[in-house]
């Protein structure tokens, strides 16, 4: 199959969005098929990589996002999806790339969108409280998201959420119940980790000196890594060590990526005296796999998760991992973690840090290999491969194009 992709706020730096389509197109080429990507970036190319064809085209920055780039020429995609002729299309984007959706119907070509977040998450972080009594002003919002959710699934044959987490605001309009117009749309899959880079370390003293060059003996070193920017809720990190010292554990902080709110979380650790370093985003992944196998507690604070992939990946290195509860991370952490609500994480990382070392270690790696990317690649393809059970008209269409 040609398998051409789709994304959209896609920069140099983003983490999770990145991995998924670096990871799945590697396993799609893997096993056989053809995968296109194309993406937004600064100038346009066109490469063979180790995931299949990247295609990018010169897409504007999206000013107060640290660097995100769209594809807002629809006719120049337009007629690049004309040139490629998919089997099948997967989109990673909701909003600004929809169309795509009725591109495919009108030429035959079965359509899939990944949903990688929530728009009721996000949502409930612009308007706290959204669901609670007293609040029904804010009802039409909600109603707005749940229109964008129907228009979503109208437009493609399959949608895919990663977790029952963000499965819930289309079960919340009937998109798995044939009965409300919709049909059988929905459909889970979750991503996966590479356990092979991010793992426990092989030598412990290659290890206690990677954890050397952050903590002193006896300090408790945690670890934030991911985008730095609002949806994220990053200073949740901060607030926890803040938390965790004024309780009297000797605790530091390294933070791991880049965003919009660096600067601001800089300030206020300058301001408040807090031991955080703030080492950038780590563009070999070795380096981030070495730091997150040196912490003795990860955080994920973010509370629109939708699956959390920096939360495995410290998981995969033996590291167990706090979360907000507020997102589909306790989905995925299980018991190798904990996790807490709201702003402040830090009884989180206590109960964590009650289990045993060992213990604790060996569950959270016990954990991540229930997510290896191959189970994750399989998943998908089937789905792939269902979408291709098309109606004999279109199956028709296709030929026919396909001909001409």
Not at 29 to 45: C, F, K, M, N, T
Not at 376 to 401: S, W
């Amino acid at each position: 199959m040609r398998i051409v992709r789709l994304a959209n706020y896609v920069a140099p730096h983003s983490g999770g969005l990145r991995t998924s389509l670096r990871e799945l197109g590697a396993g799609y080429l893997a096993a056989g098929h053809e995968p296109v990507l194309i993406i937004p970036g600064e100038r346009d190319s066109d490469e063979q990589t180790p995931q299949g064809r990247v295609i990018t085209l010169s897409g504007p920055r999206l000013p107060f996002t640290g660097g995100y780039r769209v594809l807002l020429r629809k006719p120049r995609v337009v007629s690049l999806l004309s040139e490629l002729r998919p089997d099948t299309l997967e989109v990673s984007d909701r909003t600004t790339l929809r169309w795509t959706g009725r591109w495919a119907r009108a030429h035959g070509v079965p359509a899939v969108m990944i949903s990688h977040e929530s728009l009721t998450a996000l949502l409930r972080l612009a308007v706290p409280g959204l669901d609670l009594p007293g609040l029904s002003r804010w009802r039409p919002a909600l109603a707005a998201v749940d229109a964008v959710n129907r228009r979503t699934v109208r437009a493609y044959q399959r949608v895919i959420c990663t977790t029952a987490w963000a499965a819930a605001e289309f079960e919340r309009i009937g998109a798995g119940n044939p009965r409300v117009g919709v049909g059988e749309k929905l459909l889970r899959a979750p991503l996966g980790v590479d356990l092979t880079t991010f793992a426990p370390p092989h030598d412990e003293q290659q290890g206690r000196r990677v954890r050397d060059g952050y903590a002193a003996p006896g300090e408790t070193l945690l670890v934030h890594a991911g985008r730095l920017s609002p949806e994220k809720k990053p200073q949740r990190s901060l607030n926890t060590l803040a938390a965790l010292r004024a309780n009297g554990l000797p605790a530091r902080l390294v933070v791991a990526g880049d965003g919009p709110l660096r600067r601001r979380l800089e300030g206020r650790a300058a301001r408040d005296r807090l031991p955080v370093t703030f080492a950038g985003f780590l563009p070999d992944r070795t380096d981030l796999a070495a730091l997150l196998a040196s912490a003795d507690v990860a955080i994920a604070p973010g509370p629109a998760e939708t699956f959390g992939l920096a939360g495995l990946e410290a998981l995969a290195c033996g590291t167990p991992v706090v979360v907000s509860a507020e997102s589909a991370l306790p989905e995925v952490v299980g018991e190798a973690g904990a996790s807490v609500a709201g702003e402040d994480l830090s009884a989180g990382v206590m109960t964590v840090l009650s289990w045993p070392a060992a213990a604790r270690r060996a569950a959270a790696r016990a954990r991540a290999e229930r997510f290896g990317w191959p189970a994750a690649v399989q998943a998908f393809l089937a789905i792939h491969e269902g979408l291709r059970e098309v109606p004999p008209a279109r199956a028709t269409v296709t030929a026919e194009r396909r001909q001409a």
